[in-house]
């Protein structure tokens, strides 16, 4: 999955308690590098297309340095994973690898003792130190169980020919975007801004950058610094920039309307740098507007996890050093245009050619950290709903801040939430 509003498609369960697992059920170490048995590693996921590519360029990089292992995917529909990796978990069975859609399963995964705990293997790793915190996710004591070694994230993406017309520079700070948006508006003949305010995770995920670059997080949200991001999307609908229409896209919806040429700039994120060559205009790329505190956002993508029931962990994270190293991350790259997680695959010519997904490669250097809360999902709901009522004029910016900090508030203390 590409964008947060499919990786949400799948609901979470509230989770009143996290009761980790943190071991295997079988002492074998299953070494994947060693010893003359064959073994088969099943790998879930719930990919397809370009992503379903990569992995199976990671499996054939892995199997080539580990001759004795077969590694066998299997593909479950997104929405059925969670389901699948719960009832695994409670019969002791399942999978030794998978991916999984961490912003929203991890506190309940984690809670149903459906990882291993990778902590022992992180601490030996020689590179953790090219990975961000916020690539690395813990349970409540603690001890590592998700990682992720590529994220998908937001930026904006802008319209060269138009830019161009009004001799505008790309944005890099949220009052320049705010200065080239009302000289577009102003001559009238392009619309300003395509981006999500629906009232689901595409709109919060859209606009709650605006809220990290000033020191506000979800933990911390209160109703009066929530104000702002609210306020500057009601000035920029009244302005004209952003369209009312706007309240019910998704970032689907703002990728199509980009792409007629008759706007000038968009909010999205790297897994459309492919589908952008087909523009008949000339585009580019630059990383989130900066704030006060710079250009923050939000990690998307899928996390790596191991099964608590493996019968071969060591064989399990040999597979997970595959898609982090630098050969697996740029692998990864190529493939499905995610972008590594890991610092020094930056530094690599195949990345470091690529202008477009240079944006996107620099803001892994300051992404925040999601809450770890079983309500998370139901947190960036809580945001879309009421930034969706503001952009279609339902909603006063009062009265969306209070019901926002009454909303996330609840949600933090019913789910938890660490961030």
Same mark, same amino acid.
């Given at each position: 999955?590409?964008?947060?509003?499919?990786?949400?498609?799948?609901?979470?369960?509230?989770?009143?308690?996290?009761?980790?697992?943190?071991?295997?059920? =079988?002492?074998?170490?299953?070494?994947?590098?060693?010893?003359?048995?064959?073994?088969?590693?099943?790998?879930?996921?719930? &990919?397809?297309?370009?992503?379903?590519?990569?992995?199976?360029?990671?499996?054939?990089? &892995?199997?080539?340095?580990?001759?004795?292992? %077969?590694?066998?995917?299997?593909?479950?529909?997104?929405?059925?994973?969670?389901?699948?990796?719960?009832?695994?978990?409670?019969?002791?069975?399942?999978?030794?690898?998978?991916?999984?859609?961490?912003?929203?399963?991890?506190?309940?995964?984690?809670?149903?003792?459906?990882?291993?705990?990778?902590?022992?293997?992180?601490?030996?790793?020689?590179?953790?130190?090219?990975?961000?915190?916020?690539?690395?996710?813990?349970?409540?004591?603690?001890?590592?169980?998700?990682?992720?070694?590529?994220?998908?994230?937001?930026?904006?993406?802008?319209?060269?020919?138009?830019?161009?017309?009004?001799?505008?520079?790309?944005?890099?700070?949220?009052?320049?975007?705010?200065?080239?948006?009302?000289?577009?508006?102003?001559?009238?003949?392009?619309?300003?801004?395509?981006?999500?305010?629906?009232?689901?995770?595409?709109?919060?995920?859209?606009?709650?950058?605006?809220?990290?670059?000033?020191?506000?997080?979800?933990?911390?949200?209160?109703?009066?610094?929530?104000?702002?991001?609210?306020?500057?999307?009601?000035?920029?609908?009244?302005?004209?920039?952003?369209?009312?229409?706007?309240?019910?896209?998704?970032?689907?919806?703002?990728?199509?309307?980009?792409?007629?040429?008759?706007?000038?700039?968009?909010?999205?994120?790297?897994?459309?740098?492919?589908?952008?060559?087909?523009?008949?205009?000339?585009?580019?790329?630059?990383?989130?507007?900066?704030?006060?505190?710079?250009?923050?956002?939000?990690?998307?993508?899928?996390?790596?996890?191991?099964?608590?029931?493996?019968?071969?962990?060591?064989?399990?994270?040999?597979?997970?050093?595959?898609?982090?190293?630098?050969?697996? =991350?740029?692998?990864?790259?190529?493939?499905?245009?995610?972008?590594?997680?890991?610092?020094?695959?930056?530094?690599?010519?195949?990345?470091? =050619?690529?202008?477009?997904?240079?944006?996107?490669?620099?803001?892994?250097? %300051?992404?925040?950290?999601?809450?770890?809360?079983?309500?998370?999902?139901?947190?960036?709901?809580?945001?879309?709903?009421?930034?969706?009522?503001?952009?279609?004029?339902?909603?006063?910016?009062?009265?969306?801040?209070?019901?926002?900090?009454?909303?996330?508030?609840?949600?933090?203390?019913?789910?938890?939430?660490?961030?």
């Amino acid at each position: 999955m590409r964008h947060l509003h499919a990786r949400l498609s799948a609901g979470t369960a509230v989770v009143a308690a996290l009761v980790l697992v943190t071991g295997a059920c =079988s002492s074998s170490a299953g070494s994947a590098s060693g010893g003359s048995s064959h073994i088969t590693l099943t790998v879930w996921s719930y &990919f397809g297309g370009d992503q379903l590519a990569a992995l199976k360029a990671e499996d054939k990089l &892995f199997e080539q340095s580990h001759p004795n292992v %077969t590694v066998d995917e299997i593909v479950v529909p997104g929405p059925e994973l969670d389901t699948k990796l719960l009832a695994a978990a409670s019969t002791h069975s399942g999978p030794d690898v998978f991916f999984n859609n961490v912003v929203v399963d991890f506190p309940e995964l984690s809670a149903a003792g459906a990882f291993y705990n990778l902590t022992k293997f992180w601490d030996a790793y020689a590179d953790k130190s090219q990975f961000p915190s916020a690539a690395i996710w813990k349970g409540s004591d603690g001890e590592i169980q998700n990682v992720m070694s590529y994220s998908n994230l937001n930026g904006l993406f802008y319209n060269k020919t138009i830019l161009d017309q009004y001799h505008l520079t790309p944005p890099t700070t949220v009052a320049q975007f705010e200065s080239d948006m009302q000289v577009i508006t102003k001559a009238g003949k392009y619309t300003a801004l395509a981006a999500s305010a629906d009232p689901e995770p595409d709109g919060a995920w859209t606009w709650f950058p605006l809220l990290l670059e000033q020191g506000t997080n979800y933990c911390n949200l209160t109703a009066a610094n929530v104000t702002p991001m609210f306020q500057t999307v009601a000035d920029w609908t009244k302005a004209g920039y952003l369209p009312k229409e706007a309240a019910t896209w998704t970032q689907t919806d703002t990728w199509t309307q980009f792409m007629t040429g008759k706007y000038a700039f968009l909010v999205d994120g790297n897994w459309n740098l492919g589908a952008a060559k087909a523009a008949t205009f000339s585009w580019g790329t630059t990383q989130y507007p900066a704030g006060a505190d710079g250009s923050i956002v939000f990690p998307g993508g899928e996390a790596m996890g191991i099964s608590a029931f493996t019968k071969y962990p060591q064989a399990a994270w040999e597979y997970l050093e595959t898609w982090l190293s630098s050969q697996g =991350s740029v692998i990864d790259f190529q493939n499905s245009g995610q972008i590594p997680t890991r610092a020094d695959a930056a530094t690599t010519p195949t990345v470091k =050619s690529d202008t477009a997904a240079a944006p996107f490669v620099a803001a892994i250097k %300051t992404v925040s950290a999601w809450p770890r809360s079983s309500k998370t999902d139901q947190m960036q709901v809580s945001v879309g709903t009421e930034l969706s009522d503001v952009v279609s004029g339902q909603a006063s910016v009062a009265s969306a801040a209070a019901a926002t900090a009454t909303a996330i508030q609840s949600d933090i203390k019913a789910g938890g939430g660490v961030c």
